[in-house]
């Protein structure tokens, strides 16, 4: 009995059970197809890291999240330009420009790049899509035209005048040392330039003697303050005495290159504006910038000539460039100049 009891224990762990019957319609397990094996994945090359986080510790790509791909190239890009009041943004050649984009009643898209960045101004009807194919279409003339901007603008920054005794100017192209001189008012004029030669010395060997030989005249304007004059004083009187200098050169080369255009002027105005140097009305009137007295003659005339020219030709077409050219034949290269060299930032 002790036996059998026995061998039905190991019969019970040891017996596999029948396989059941598979219910209708269920596939035959035998038919069944062995999954395959995965395939091992090739390795991919690590992506060459830029430039700028080469030279960093290994680590210092795993602090912290990834950046998003505009920010990376904004974080990369050499320069950046974003005009303050910007509403859109492009990425062009790496440098990310945010631009003021305007709607308005035009019949094309509009680009101007000016001191405070780039404006877009495109027709109501045409489409966002179509207005960052165009930025892209110029994106080499917005870029020549925005760092040709800001260097100006570095230039003009340099050039800032700081207000006070021996502080220097450009005056028709030479440098003026501004000297307080308190001891009479000028004639009522409020300051007078002077010049001075001064002697350079020309140091020999030592057996010979030392000569003097007269070098570059040293323009002086003194002005008519107190020593304890503010900054807003100094600059306000060379300011008037600038702008008088200024009308009295403007009226003589006007009457000077009017005749030899065959026009006639009727009323001159100074202007201060921050971009336009002149223009000119067909009933003959003429505003000058002020400011150009910084500038050599030759610049003040052929600014002069622009706009006279503009008296016979109202616009600036193949006919109005050739009449400047019989007065001013290098007129492009003194045009550059004006755009190109740093006058005092006031």
Do not use: C
Request: charged fraction near 25%; avoid cysteine; aromatic fraction near 8%.
């Amino acid at each position: 009995m002790m036996q059998r009891l026995l061998q039905f224990t190991l019969d019970l762990f040891d017996a596999h059970p029948a396989p059941s019957a598979p219910p209708p319609g269920a596939a035959n397990p035998k038919s069944r197809k062995t999954p395959a094996k995965p395939r091992a994945k090739k390795p991919v090359a690590p992506t060459p890291r830029p430039q700028a986080l080469a030279d960093a510790p290994a680590e210092a790509e795993f602090m912290g999240p990834r950046l998003p791909a505009q920010t990376l190239q904004q974080a990369l890009a050499p320069a950046t330009f974003r005009h303050p009041r910007a509403t859109r943004e492009t990425v062009l050649d790496g440098i990310l420009v945010a631009y003021e984009f305007r709607r308005g009643k035009r019949k094309t898209i509009g680009f101007s790049a000016g001191a405070e960045g780039l404006t877009v101004s495109a027709p109501k009807w045409v489409p966002l899509y179509e207005i960052d194919k165009a930025v892209l279409e110029k994106s080499g003339w917005i870029l020549a035209k925005l760092q040709e901007t800001r260097a100006r603008h570095e230039r003009m920054e340099s050039a800032r005048i700081e207000w006070k005794d021996g502080t220097t100017l450009p005056f028709l192209g030479d440098p003026v040392i501004v000297v307080i001189d308190p001891r009479h008012a000028f004639g009522g004029v409020g300051a007078e330039l002077k010049s001075r030669a001064p002697e350079v010395l020309l140091q020999g060997n030592d057996d010979a003697a030392n000569d003097t030989l007269p070098g570059v005249a040293q323009l002086t304007l003194h002005v008519g303050l107190p020593q304890n004059a503010s900054a807003e004083q100094i600059r306000d009187a060379v300011q008037a005495w600038l702008m008088r200098q200024a009308k009295r050169i403007f009226i003589e080369r006007l009457n000077h290159f009017a005749p030899q255009l065959g026009v006639q002027w009727h009323k001159l105005s100074l202007s201060s504006a921050g971009t336009r140097w002149g223009s000119a009305s067909a009933d003959g009137s003429i505003r000058l910038n002020w400011r150009l007295i910084h500038f050599r003659q030759s610049v003040i005339d052929y600014v002069v000539v622009h706009e006279l020219s503009h008296l016979r030709v109202m616009d600036h077409s193949p006919r109005f460039w050739d009449t400047v050219r019989t007065i001013v034949p290098d007129y492009a290269e003194l045009r550059g100049q004006l755009k190109d060299e740093a006058i005092p930032r006031w």
